[in-house]
């Protein structure tokens, strides 16, 4: 029987050369190919720079392209050699909201400081290091937007990614002063000094969620076969930390696949988390639209080829048809330890990527059983 499952890997610009140069990026496809791989997520929005060359960037910031690509387009060539061997592109917008790391807003918000997220004392919004745009403005929504529209108008890709900053905002934010007008105007009060207030948390997260519903609409303008993946990170937590309230963005739909961020550095702390999406935030009909994030690699951190294998056969016990790993140099420890792990194991039989649109159009309910019942079976058989 054919093997249909999301088979991805995050291409990074952080730690990792392979975007840099077009034999690096050929010889990155040439290997997940080998591996088993069926898609991969290059990144594009950095570091208030882009991957390819952006008309919107050009316009209002006068920065077309990273400076370490001019005269480059490392989207195209990443869509060329992905094609050649047969992978899925789907572009990746890493920074999304946020506006810079320790840089007190960067050249975004140094030419755009009307554009900057504000805490309750009324500073820059920054958390973990990440200074943030304010991800409820119309102005900074149609930006992001506009970055997104000439990726999918402009290249031959298979949809686009968001992830834990897009769409997101720090519940910290919020107390702008066109955001405290908006909501002086709904409640004829102003919003609590408490950011975690649970109302207010929703009211924020739910202007985000109206952007994604935009965002889903105009890139299926574009092509009704183009995916919307969100990697956020994992609810509530993301709600109460990022208003990313992704129940709803799965109830209503604007969603095509979702692989929220299980970053745990052991299997039962994954185990753990797989069960509550399972059994707690997905349903029959939109468990397939689930390929969990899973932490290859991150500074010195490996995953084990142990753990690797552990999650893979987890989650397809669990009827999760798919994973995505963070990230691609993960694969290249150790003289390819972990690609060798996966093409010899889980990853020997070729799969193909799910097509998304017949599963919107036509309903899953009937899927999962199916789904849980091979998961068991090939489980069983490499057991």
Same mark, same amino acid.
């Given at each position: ?17 392979? =975007? ?11 290997? =997940? @190919? ?7 997520? #290059? ?82 919004? +920054? ?41 997101? =905002? ?21 919003? !609590?000094?408490? !950011? ?32 919307? @993946? ?16 992704? #129940? ?27 069960? +509550? ?14 390929? #969990?994030?899973? =932490?290859? +690699? $991150? ?5 084990? !080829? ?32 972990? @690609? +060798? ?31 849980? $019942? ?10």
């Amino acid at each position: 029987m054919a093997i249909i499952e999301t088979r991805g890997i995050w291409l990074t610009t952080t730690d990792s050369k392979v =975007l840099r140069s077009k034999q690096r990026i050929a010889e990155a496809m040439d290997l =997940l @190919a080998e591996t088993g791989f069926n898609v991969v997520f #290059p990144v594009v929005w950095n570091k208030a720079v882009t991957q390819y060359p952006s008309q919107t960037m050009q316009q209002t910031f006068g920065v077309e392209i990273d400076p370490l690509c001019v005269g480059r387009d490392p989207l195209e060539e990443v869509v060329v050699e992905a094609r050649r061997v047969g992978l899925k592109v789907i572009p990746w917008f890493e920074y999304g909201f946020a506006s810079s790391y320790n840089l007190n807003g960067g050249i975004l918000l140094q030419k755009k400081p009307e554009w900057a997220a504000r805490d309750c004392k009324g500073n820059l919004l +920054k958390k973990n290091g990440f200074e943030w745009l304010n991800a409820l403005d119309s102005q900074v929504q149609e930006f992001l937007l506009n970055l997104v529209l000439e990726v999918v108008k402009n290249y031959d890709v298979d949809g686009v990614q968001g992830d834990d900053r897009f769409p997101a =905002l720090p519940s910290e934010g919020g107390y702008d002063q066109v955001t405290l007008a908006r909501y002086h105007q709904q409640f004829n009060h102003n919003p !609590p000094q408490n !950011p975690k207030n649970r109302q207010w948390l929703q009211w924020r997260a739910d202007i985000l969620t109206e952007f994604l519903a935009r965002l889903y609409r105009e890139v299926k303008a574009v092509n009704p076969n183009l995916l919307v @993946a969100i990697a956020p990170n994992v609810y509530d937590w993301a709600f109460q930390e990022y208003l990313q309230d992704s #129940p709803t963005w799965l109830k209503r739909g604007i969603v095509d696949l979702i692989q929220p961020q299980i970053y745990r550095r052991d299997f039962r702390s994954y185990q753990a988390i797989a069960d +509550k999406l399972v059994t707690q935030q997905f349903t029959d009909a939109t468990l397939p639209k689930l390929a #969990p994030g899973i =932490l290859m +690699k $991150l500074g010195s951190y490996c995953i084990s !080829p142990e753990y690797l294998v552990q999650a893979i056969e987890y989650n397809r016990q669990l009827g999760i048809q798919g994973e995505v790993f963070f990230f691609y140099e993960g694969l290249r420890e150790n003289n390819n330890a972990l @690609a +060798k792990v996966l093409r010899n194991g889980l990853y020997a039989q070729s799969a193909s990527f799910p097509n998304f649109s017949d599963l919107s159009r036509n309903g899953v309910s009937n899927k999962r059983s199916s789904s849980i $019942l091979q998961g068991v079976a090939r489980f069983l058989r490499n057991f």
